[in-house]
């Protein structure tokens, strides 16, 4: 299966409190993947297996709305 780099805004995320839910709901979908984050821009990058609407669902399972960077 092909790798793919998703680079991500949540416009919510503000705090190491969110990044800790993010990368948490990041983990349910591919517990291999390591976040790189940007908290002053609010994105998130991760080189995953998983699809895009997967990561999306996640996301938005823990409160969360993302859209692509």
């Not at 919510?12 to 940007?38: G, L």
């Amino acid at each position: 299966m092909k790798s793919n780099m998703l680079k991500l805004h949540l416009p919510e995320m503000s705090c190491a409190h969110c990044r800790k839910y993010v990368e948490a709901a990041i983990h349910k979908v591919d517990q291999a993947v390591i976040p790189e984050f940007d908290m002053e821009q609010r994105l998130v990058s991760i080189n995953t297996q998983v699809p895009y609407g997967d990561v999306l669902k996640a996301l938005a399972e823990a409160g969360y709305v993302a859209r692509q960077a």
